[in-house]
């Protein structure tokens, strides 16, 4: 990003492959559905573009970047909300792809990657943003809670409620041993 901010252009190129990923799988679980998280990572890498002159390095760019990526996201579901759009067509509900070819895995490994995603969309947006950015993002703490502009104590706040609100979301689709785990 600085050498992007001196005017290397090739460098926001080799940025964007870096950061595209991460960024739509941050839209893809903030938001529910591929086509609204597809709009966003655009938005998003959009706004890293034309904030290269005002970026200042004060924590590591990532965090930077989820932040960015969070702030908006939360931005959409409220716009979303406000416009009472509920409609849920089309939604993409996999988490990630069953590793086994066997068709009742896939059916299970579909079913309980639809049980999260509905329960991460179940989460009020500051949790869901917490363990998104922690679970699925690889976010320590002292990220977290840049990325999310708080103090360390309330991202564990955050985090610990997240999940165990998310935990309770999916006690009727997890097994036996997760259950007294």
């Known amino acids: 990003m600085l050498a992007f901010q001196q005017g290397d252009e090739m460098a926001f190129e080799q940025l ?7 960024v739509f799988s941050i839209a893809w679980r903030m938001l529910g559905d591929a086509a609204t998280a597809e709009d966003a990572a655009q938005d998003i ?4 573009y034309k904030s290269r002159h005002s970026y200042r390095p ?4 990532r965090t930077w970047l989820y932040r960015v990526a969070v702030n908006h996201c939360s931005n959409e ?37 639809r049980a999260i ?4 969309a179940a989460l009020p947006p500051r949790q869901r943003a917490a363990v998104v950015l922690a679970r699925f993002e690889g976010c320590t703490m002292a990220e977290l809670a840049t990325a999310m502009d708080v103090s ?24 036996t041993t997760a259950r007294n785990a």
């Open 16 to 22: 964007y492959q870096r950061i595209r990923r991460p």
């Open 45 to 48: 890498l959009i706004k890293v």
């Open 58 to 61: 004060r924590a590591r760019f």
């Open 77 to 113: 579901r409220s716009r979303a909300w406000r416009r009472r759009e509920t409609s849920d067509e089309g939604t993409v509900l996999r988490l990630l792809a069953p590793p086994s070819s066997d068709p009742v895995a896939q059916t299970q490994g579909s079913e309980l990657a």
């Open 117 to 120: 995603q509905t329960a991460l």
């Open 152 to 175: 360390t104590a309330s991202a564990k706040v955050l985090l610990h409620r997240g999940r165990s609100r998310l935990l309770e979301l999916l006690q009727p689709h997890l097994g």
